[in-house]
């Protein structure tokens, strides 16, 4: 453990040096790459993580992206990050990358885009130059509001552990650490200001488009004077409570899993289903949750809906049925095995020869009657249950509206976009058809035939929404309970 065995003079140095030695962060002789991006955070942790290098024999070194985001104020920032490390002596590697052509490449949010290129970056630098540590200047002002917007994005425990102290990196023997976890903002804008030094101010964290930023200046300001002084230390108590539960119950489910792996290697592993379907619900998900993280390395695309469409398939009657799910991900089911692999080739490069990119899929699990917002594809889907409509009702409704007979159809519901190769049986029809065919009989456009949704029950197709259900789960004369699907374009 890093033991420190001198006071500081400082009261921030020495929460940070407490901090250290709590998650055991360093350790004499560390070579440590401290993450600079120039603003007020960052400027103080390497100033900070000097003081105590010369006390401990610690290597640093200054690292800095230029995201290429803002022009001449992003290369400014470059410049500024390069003086401070001339002032103290370190060595500093910048470098510049395009995050919005890797944005675009990748189908991603500009915050994931540079996130991913930021940490890549800081990896490679590590890597190269001999660093075991990677310190970023996370504080626990921020970790607060990441615990608000996942909250708000109704995340599970992972997301609202928050942002760990310590967590391993992608290579061997490297470990990112965060020094300023438990220190509040103000308390950096105290030392930055007693200490005399420059930062830069970032203008996108003021941009009010993104909910990160309205947390920080609307959000945790109206918490902290209507409702809760210390809002910001009750949140991170919250995430250190969750965290610690969150370690305790993924240790467990690792005893769990193991007894009901039957194969694995790298890109694959194959699950008992009575095993799987044995455990508590709860259980269940994680067990999901952790082996599609083992086979894909991360979670990252992998939504609630997914786990649960997953869940709702191995409780179903079908001993044979099969998932594909983002980043190559494949989960399908033969008799007693569970399959969970990842593909080699891209499991919709079909589509893309149509002119639908992998990151322009959706999908959405419908798990009882109410709505969908599909706000990024342009339109709602409302389904309710019905009483009292007959069939002439039925009849004059409009194309935007679709009715079924409940008994013929069990939740959950899949809607995604069209995918080639789609077959259903049209409404007064026998034997199947291509959706495609039907829709150029019709004469859909070819750009409104890519972005159609459809509504899946059983992985079968029973609503070209907007256009027409399936033949299986038409309303008849005897039908008992009535399923109302409402499409609403934007």
């Known amino acids: 453990m890093f033991s420190f065995g001198k006071e500081s003079h400082n009261s921030l140095i020495k929460k940070v040096e407490k901090t250290i030695s709590e998650y055991d962060m360093l350790k004499e002789n560390d070579s440590v790459l401290v993450g600079v991006s120039g603003g007020a955070d960052s400027v103080a942790l390497i100033h900070i993580l000097n003081e105590i290098a010369l006390l401990f024999s610690l290597k640093l070194g200054v690292a800095h992206l230029n995201h290429s985001l803002r022009g001449n104020e992003?290369?400014?920032?470059?410049?500024?990050?390069?003086?401070?490390?001339?002032?103290?002596?370190?060595?500093?590697?910048?470098?510049?990358?395009?995050?919005i052509k890797y944005k675009t490449d990748n189908g991603l949010s500009l915050e994931e885009a540079g996130r991913r290129v930021r940490y890549a970056f800081f990896e490679d630098i590590a890597e190269r130059e001999g660093y075991n540590r990677i310190a970023l200047g996370h504080t626990g002002d921020d970790n607060a509001e990441l615990v608000l917007m996942y909250l708000i994005r109704g995340s599970g425990p992972l997301g609202i552990s928050g942002i760990p102290p310590v967590r391993p990196g992608i290579k061997n023997d490297l470990s990112i650490i965060r020094p300023l976890i438990k220190t509040a903002r103000q308390e950096i804008i105290d030392y930055i200001s007693e200490k005399n030094l420059s930062y830069v101010v970032d203008k996108s964290n003021l941009d009010e488009r993104y909910l990160r930023n309205r947390i920080r200046h609307h959000l945790i300001p109206e918490l902290r004077a209507g409702y809760n002084l210390k809002i910001v230390e009750t949140l991170n108590r919250l995430a250190s409570i969750v965290r610690s539960e969150e370690e305790w119950m993924e240790n467990e489910l690792k005893f769990i899993l193991n007894k009901n792996i039957l194969f694995k290697e790298n890109n694959r592993i194959v699950l008992s289903v009575s095993g799987i379907n044995a455990l508590h619900t709860a259980a269940k998900r994680r067990a999901a949750r952790s082996a599609i993280a083992g086979v894909k390395g991360d979670l990252r695309r992998i939504s609630y809906s997914h786990i649960e469409l997953v869940l709702a398939?191995?409780?179903?009657?079908?001993?044979?049925?099969s998932l594909d799910l983002p980043d190559r991900i494949r989960v399908s089911r033969t008799g007693g095995k569970l399959l969970i692999s990842k593909e080699e080739n891209a499991l919709r490069s079909i589509v893309s020869k149509h002119g639908i990119r992998d990151q322009d899929h959706y999908e959405y699990v419908i798990n009882e009657p109410g709505r969908v917002n599909a706000e990024k594809e342009g339109f709602k889907v409302v389904f309710s249950e019905i009483k009292n409509v007959t069939?002439?009702?039925?009849?004059?409704?409009?194309?935007?509206?679709?009715?079924?007979?409940?008994?013929?159809?069990?939740?959950p519901l899949v809607l995604r976009n069209r995918l080639p190769g789609d077959r259903f049986t049209p409404l007064g029809m026998t034997g199947t058809k291509k959706v495609s065919k039907y829709l150029i009989n019709k004469k859909v456009p070819g750009e409104s035939r890519l972005k159609l949704p459809v509504v899946l029950s059983n992985c079968k197709i029973i609503w070209l929404a907007g256009y027409i259900i399936d033949d299986s789960v038409k309303v008849a004369l005897n039908t008992r309970k009535i399923l109302m699907a409402e499409l609403f374009l934007a």
């Open 74 to 99: 992003s290369d400014d920032d470059a410049g500024f990050v390069a003086s401070v490390s001339d002032k103290l002596h370190l060595p500093c590697f910048i470098e510049k990358k395009d995050v």
């Open 313 to 321: 398939q191995l409780e179903g009657n079908s001993d044979k049925w």
């Open 391 to 411: 069939l002439e009702d039925i009849c004059k409704s409009g194309p935007g509206v679709a009715f079924f007979d409940m008994d013929k159809i069990s939740f």
